[in-house]
């Protein structure tokens, strides 16, 4: 038996409190009930800053160990991430910025290892947690709402600094008042472009949160097949089941986390192009 059986049948769990156990984040700080604004998610803050820093370190050491002659497995696969992300800012960004490259590859790269937390089997970190007395843990930061949209939040700060930059301030306010009925409409200009702005931000964060949650869920529905329904001879069938169906959904999800990073990526150099632009 799993240990999604173990959870939801010898804990006394039912099947939505065990999916609901492992949907919810270590809380500290008030309003974690309600989900308050001072409620403070550890474990995304752990393993997100855990990743972010991984990241750097292993960034770091490659370039002190940098090969000029013929490079290694490692450093090949590195500088073939770095030609794709580069080859992506070239394609979509208009004019120049030092930091937009850089900035597209730290969200490709950030983003794609937190997804990848959700390749972990759904009760192995919950059970090594639960013994250390943490009752409580989601282990992929981007099942969070806060992460999602704290990254697209960033963003967006990027894309009015820039377009106000670019633009200058009477720009950026006639961008408003005249886009895209012209002078006669400019009420309805100020709302539609106001809607424009805002689904930016939006579109970056719930997208990312919505394919990651759902995929979560998928495999908890999974890990369930194994523990609540493989009791007895049922488990000649439910437990190969489920093992074809792990499976395939890890091969299918890989494709989604690494489509989700590139479009996160894709779509923030798109924007902070836009807010490039003179005109509109």
Known sequence: ????????????????EYIQHHLTNLCVGEGCETGGFWAWHID????????????VIVGARLTSNMQTGVPSGFQNFVESILDFVSQQVKDTFPGHNPIIAPLALTIF??????????MIPVDLLPVIANMMGIHYLK????????????MSLTVFAMI??????????VGYMKMFLFHPFGKFLIPVNIVMTAIEEL???????????????????????????GGTLAVGYAALFWLPLQVVLDL??????????????????VLSIVYLGMAHTSDH
Do not use: C
């Open 1 to 16: 038996m799993s240990a999604a059986a173990e959870t939801a049948s010898e804990g006394g769990q039912s099947t939505v």
């Open 44 to 55: 995304t803050l752990f393993f997100s800053i855990a990743l972010g820093a991984l990241f």
């Open 109 to 118: 790269i950030w983003v794609w290892l937190m997804n990848f937390m959700d």
């Open 139 to 150: 282990a992929v930061p981007t099942t969070d709402l806060s992460t999602t949209m704290a």
């Open 160 to 169: 009015l600094y820039y377009s106000i930059k670019i633009k200058g301030p």
């Open 199 to 225: 689904a930016k931000p939006l579109s970056l964060g719930l997208r990312l949160f919505g394919n990651l949650f759902a995929g979560e869920l998928v495999f908890l529905l999974i890990a369930l097949i």
């Open 248 to 265: 395939a959904w890890l091969i299918f999800h890989l494709l989604v986390i690494t489509l989700q990073a590139f479009i996160f990526m």
